[in-house]
């Protein structure tokens, strides 16, 4: 087994892994910065890696349409192409194809698309997206499947459930058949499944059982945070965790809030995604310990204090909030780059405070006291 | 004196020199990057300091009008509020004013204007742009000047000549009035005098004459390259250069081509900026030993050397062409810092081979070495 359960947190479900991938060990729980094309937006990987980024996430239907197969094999593979020397995790951009409503259409054997570069029409397969995701050489890779947007009825999710399913079923015979192994690297890659079910418990029940008699090596829990009521989604991740077997690593796609991550790991959550602080960081908006802040705010323009007066990261330690407010006011692309690192470090250092809190058995303490401040009034 | 001039070459007029500031001490030749708006475009202080850049440029214009002289005040000073502690000159705004056809009316006092973000009306004299200088700190001030366009005639030449003399004496005896020395930091400020006279031979000469009769810690020569053709500027430069006292810095304004760099060092200049570095990097167009070249164009897509084999910046240490051209096309934020991150360091590591050629008294050979490569075509 590649995944190694640790230790579960006394009062709760929250868990401490390690997960073993050719490009290193990842401490769960563990959240993946989001570089979609290749590249964290604003960020050099060089800075990924110095804020403590363990894995970082790809996307395959991106990296296939730009810059595509040809040059990642050429570069030898997509730690090569970006000088990432970490794991790298591809979604395999199910999510992105099925947000395209009327420019897509799903078929049994896959799903027809246009691109969103240039209108050109395009038709990938289960097999083809893990073949895509094989020359990205990624070190766990994500199944092609339906994402439900919110809400769905009761048939058509039962039926998207039985398509992801069988989807499922061929990507795992497409791995095998490449023996497991990137057709660029020759390194090992790991397949999830994911479990879906749109917001049925009874669908949700039926996906994750079915999801996990195949085998796989981690399991993911997708079509959340596409639009529903917060409570609804924790209901369904309160159905679906206790089905998922405890020695594989769980992975929330999509998800990594600060206030989220301390819910769902509570919750038995291993792996996060989001791209919010990224872009949040470059609408202004930053993370601090005591709330969220929108830099742009006029409050801020003679405000010479770091972004948050208890923060370690590159822009903490070196500029105020006065100059990122002007950065932001004249359009000065340092300004991106410097919230984006901040709110990434935010996040990481959060996860790293959160595994100490599991690891000293006083998470309902350790959230409570992060709650208390950061859900202050920001400004 | 602050400036002590080393050595002048054997074959050429180059000279090596070094110019003493309250920030530190700049070796020149040298070439200044631009952070008109308090950020050397894409890149944080921390990079430029890196990159060995000794001294950078700010613009009173563009930081009177945002942030403002109360926020800078705040900060304790320009090098604080960007957290640059090298030297900083500051240009007065003068080029940008007039550069807004129809949008400024000039008197014998000053210039009316409107903000170019806001479209709010300003008026700006000599006295106070010296005041903004003393409020940002720089190390170096230059006076507000009017800087004409490219074909100006004679007459009008002439009364720009006299207005600009005229100024200067008032920035002069301002900048006395403020015992030389910044009301914000209380540290030592220098302030350069500007040639102006449009190319006109008689008038140059002119401007030079009175210009060096006043009592100035450099002298700076403006009203280049502002559309004329190349061997006219040089004209003038061999006619006002003579006229430069040889025991102060000469300051060639907005000038800083690879090229335009050898070219004028020959001359006898030692102090040069340059926005093209940054703008060109981030339209796609890089510096390289061997020519420039645009990133973006298709043979780049699978090129995976790096933008130049013999630079050793971070973006040639770390990434490929192939990568650049990649993010260029994918519109990542990331590609423009890398290319600005290597075109700076290329123009601060060839300002550094210029003044390793005038020590060695090979700069015809060097200048040749240099341009036989620079000057293929590019792609």
Not at 213 to 234: F, M, N, Q, T
Request: net charge negative; with cysteine.
């Amino acid at each position: 087994m590649s995944f190694r359960l640790i230790k579960t947190e006394k009062n709760t479900k929250a868990r401490l892994g390690e997960l073993t991938t050719p490009h290193g060990v990842v401490q769960t729980p563990v959240f993946m910065p989001v570089g979609t094309q290749a590249s964290v937006k604003a960020l050099s990987s060089e800075e990924v890696v110095e804020m403590g980024a363990e894995i970082i996430l790809g996307n395959a239907y991106h990296l296939y349409l730009r810059p595509g197969e040809e040059i990642i094999t050429k570069a030898g593979g997509l730690h090569k192409f970006m000088n990432w020397s970490g794991p790298i995790l591809t979604d395999s951009g199910g999510y992105q194809i099925f947000s395209m409503n009327g420019l897509r259409k799903i078929t049994r054997e896959g799903v027809k698309f246009q691109s969103h570069i240039d209108g050109s029409s395009h038709f990938l397969t289960p097999e083809r997206v893990i073949g895509i995701q094989s020359t990205l050489g990624s070190d766990i890779m994500m199944p092609l499947d339906e994402c439900l947007s919110y809400p769905t009825d009761h048939v058509l999710a039962k039926e998207s459930l039985d398509l992801t399913i069988d989807w499922l079923q061929r990507s795992i015979a497409e791995h095998a058949r490449l023996n497991r192994i990137s057709q660029v690297t020759g390194l090992k890659q790991m397949l999830f499944g994911i479990v879906q079910g749109s917001f049925y418990q009874d669908l949700r029940q039926e996906s994750a059982e079915r999801t996990c008699a195949l085998e796989l090596d981690g399991l993911a829990i997708g079509g959340v945070s596409v639009g529903e009521p917060k409570d609804l989604a924790a209901d369904i991740l309160d159905v679906t965790l206790p089905l998922l077997p405890p020695d594989k690593p769980r992975y929330l796609m999509g998800i990594g809030l600060p206030e989220d991550l301390w819910d769902y790991v509570e919750k038995g959550v291993d792996m996060f995604d989001c791209v919010v602080p990224t872009r949040n960081a470059r609408n202004g908006q930053v993370f601090t310990s005591t709330g969220k802040r929108v830099i742009t705010h006029a409050c801020y323009k003679d405000d010479f204090s770091p972004l948050d007066e208890n923060c370690g990261c590159f822009t903490c330690r070196n500029y105020t909030r006065a100059y990122l407010h002007h950065l932001f006011r004249a359009q000065e692309l340092l300004g991106l780059r410097l919230n984006s690192l901040h709110n990434v470090h935010f996040v990481l250092n959060l996860i790293n405070n959160i595994r100490q809190a599991i690891a000293e058995d006083r998470y309902p303490q350790a959230k409570a006291e992060f709650m208390a401040k950061y859900l202050q009034d920001g400004v």
